[in-house]
């Protein structure tokens, strides 16, 4: 396999993702259409000293993504893992756990604690392997991560 490019995301464009975008939503997925909408709104540009998106790509091709945001559910300074997608193609490859370490790097900097939400069993499990513990009763959190600063 070729060598992946992971970085962070300094210049975003749309039309990068469009293969993502095609692939979540056939799956059923509306966050990659979230993250887009929301960038161009200008409602999350993940531009915060505390924020950051990350993506891995493949000769120029964007495979993964994967992001960093303050939470907006919660009054502590708490961050939360936003908008992971891999490509069908490229997953069982290390891709989606790269991304997610990225943002765990980069939240240890300025968050005591990581959140995120998913009602895919599948990525639970992914989750948990990454140290992740699971939240019962809450609407808007299934997983979190204490980070040591």
């Known amino acids: ?3 992946f490019i992971y970085q962070k995301v300094t210049d975003f464009k749309p039309e990068d993702l469009a293969e993502l975008l ?3 939503t056939a799956e059923g997925f509306r966050h990659i ?3 887009i909408n929301d960038y161009i709104t200008g409602i999350n ?3 915060n000293e505390d924020e950051a998106l990350f993506e ?3 000769h120029n091709r964007v495979i993964g993504i994967c992001g960093l945001n303050r939470d907006p559910y919660s009054e502590e300074v708490i961050g939360r893992v936003r908008r992971l997608y891999v490509l069908k ?3 069982r490859y290390g891709i989606g756990r790269r991304l997610t370490e990225e943002v765990i790097n980069t939240a240890k900097s ?3 604690k990581l959140v995120l939400r998913t009602d ?3 990525a639970s499990e992914f989750y948990k392997a990454l140290g992740f513990k699971e939240v019962m009763d809450d609407e808007k959190v299934t997983h979190y991560l204490e980070l040591i600063i």
């Open 33 to 35: 259409n979230r993250l």
């Open 120 to 122: 895919n069993p599948n």
């Open 110 to 112: 300025h968050y005591r």
């Open 22 to 24: 095609a692939q979540s």
């Open 56 to 58: 891995c790509r493949l």
């Open 1 to 3: 396999m070729d060598k």
């Open 45 to 47: 540009r993940f531009h």
């Open 89 to 91: 193609e490229f997953r």
